[in-house]
């Protein structure tokens, strides 16, 4: 059999070789790199430790002769060593702390209220959408039955139906046209007011005042007490002043205003 020779446990058991030495730190010379604020982090952290486990090494270098003799050359040249705590950057002051906190704060705070003031807009927005997709109508709680006639010029405002939205109630609106029933022959027809009375069909054209069209009802027949007949929810209609305006439809066509009223709706 072939014989292996035998490992010492001395050997094997070698510690190995320690990082610093005094050959390490001359040959790199860590020490004046150290002195220089040129040494790495750990590489100083590393030499401070060293230093502290074997301080016979500054002590053959005479560091602190050295020191004192540094600090005398520069009190003789008129430039003395400020050996005072060294003041922090602005950035590390207690202050520039105390005011991040506080802007902290006020940043949370009016992002909350910003945050609650986007969820009562998305509250009110979810009701806006719920009213164009169901509508703003209430069911009305009673009926009424109002009768005008209408004024035979505009701008009288003479005849007028006031409507209140907060009582929600069905109104059924009877507009007399008793004075456009003809009244036998003979009627000149070359008078606009005459064929006015010959007219069996209606058109109502509805304004709000200060803002557009809102409604034209077309083809509108009068009942057997020659009146027209409307039927509104009181809730149907947005506060405001509307204009009526009422126009004959002619057989021949065009149209002939024969009457004004006014709706206000509260």
């Known amino acids: 059999m072939n014989a292996r020779p035998a490992i010492?446990?001395?050997?094997?058991?070698?510690?190995?070789?320690?990082?610093?030495?005094?050959?390490?730190?001359?040959?790199?010379?860590?020490?004046?790199?150290?002195?220089?604020?040129?040494?790495?982090?750990?590489?100083?952290?590393?030499?401070?430790?060293?230093?502290?486990?074997?301080?016979?090494?500054?002590?053959?270098l005479k560091l602190s002769e050295r020191a004192q003799t540094s600090l005398k050359?520069?009190?003789?040249?008129?430039?003395?060593?400020?050996?005072?705590?060294?003041?922090?950057?602005?950035?590390?002051?207690?202050?520039?702390?105390?005011?991040l906190g506080a802007l902290t704060f006020l940043s949370l705070a009016a992002f909350w209220v910003l945050f609650s003031k986007y969820f009562i807009l998305q509250n009110r927005l979810e009701e806006a959408r719920a009213v164009v997709t169901q509508g703003s109508l209430v069911q009305p709680a009673s009926e009424t039955s109002v009768t005008i006639t209408p004024d035979r010029a505009p701008n009288i405002g003479r005849a007028r139906i006031v409507v209140?939205?907060?009582?929600?109630?069905?109104?059924?609106?009877?507009?007399?046209?008793?004075?456009?029933?003809?009244?036998?022959?003979?009627?000149?027809?070359?008078?606009?007011?005459?064929?006015a009375k010959k007219l069996m069909t209606f058109r109502m054209v509805v304004d709000k005042k200060d803002q557009g069209r809102a409604l034209i009802l077309n083809n509108l027949l009068k009942d057997s007490n020659n009146q027209l007949r409307l039927t509104l929810n009181s809730t149907g209609l947005a506060a405001g002043i509307y204009t009526v305006r009422i126009e004959g439809l002619?057989?021949?066509?065009?149209t002939y205003p024969l009457g004004w009223l006014l709706l206000e709706v509260r």
């Open 8 to 60: 010492s446990a001395s050997t094997a058991a070698a510690p190995p070789a320690p990082r610093f030495d005094r050959k390490f730190i001359e040959d790199h010379k860590l020490l004046e790199r150290y002195l220089d604020g040129k040494l790495p982090v750990r590489g100083a952290r590393d030499l401070e430790a060293w230093c502290r486990s074997n301080p016979d090494y500054l002590t053959d």
């Open 73 to 99: 050359l520069l009190e003789a040249c008129g430039r003395p060593l400020d050996l005072a705590e060294p003041h922090p950057p602005w950035w590390k002051s207690i202050y520039v702390l105390i005011g």
């Open 164 to 195: 209140n939205r907060a009582a929600p109630q069905l109104m059924d609106v009877h507009i007399d046209l008793a004075y456009t029933q003809p009244s036998g022959a003979g009627v000149s027809t070359s008078n606009a007011q005459a064929l």
């Open 250 to 254: 002619p057989f021949g066509g065009g």
